[in-house]
């Protein structure tokens, strides 16, 4: 059984823009200062998830450059599903490492779970259809 739940569809793309504005500026933050992104990997607590991965600044950059294309994508409304997954995917090693740990600061770790919330909605939810 479904239940149909009405969404404003102004609300959707009012989340969606939201959303994706924190990945673009994450991502030129990442671009334009890769190794002072880097010094905060090698002062995390978690920093092992990083070097897991490898080179802490070819990381950086590659996840500098993942964020800005699913997040221009995101922006815009193509492949909305897809894009959210590929920033999940960037947003988790990401908080496990910079901000799990992190007591002092728990307010960031806090905002990516919401980020993550939002993504799952769309992830979760066929939004392309409903804005057509």
């Given at each position: ?49 990083a070097y897991f991965f490898g080179d802490p ?42 901000q799990v740990g992190q007591t002092a600061t ?20 066929n939004t392309e259809k409903l804005l057509k």
């Amino acid at each position: 059984m479904r239940t149909n739940v009405p969404i404003s569809r102004v609300s959707i793309r009012i989340l969606r823009i939201a959303l994706s504005g924190i990945f673009l500026i994450a991502s030129a933050n990442h671009l334009l200062h890769v190794e002072k992104t880097a010094q905060r990997i090698d002062k995390a607590s978690f920093k092992g998830i990083a070097y897991f991965f490898g080179d802490p600044q070819l990381l950086v950059i590659l996840s500098g450059l993942v964020m800005l294309i699913a997040g221009l994508l995101f922006l815009i409304g193509y492949k909305t599903k897809w894009a959210a997954m590929v920033l999940v995917a960037v947003l988790i090693p990401i908080t496990l490492t910079i901000q799990v740990g992190q007591t002092a600061t728990l307010g960031p770790l806090f905002k990516n779970i919401a980020i993550l919330g939002g993504l799952t909605f769309f992830i979760m939810n066929n939004t392309e259809k409903l804005l057509k």
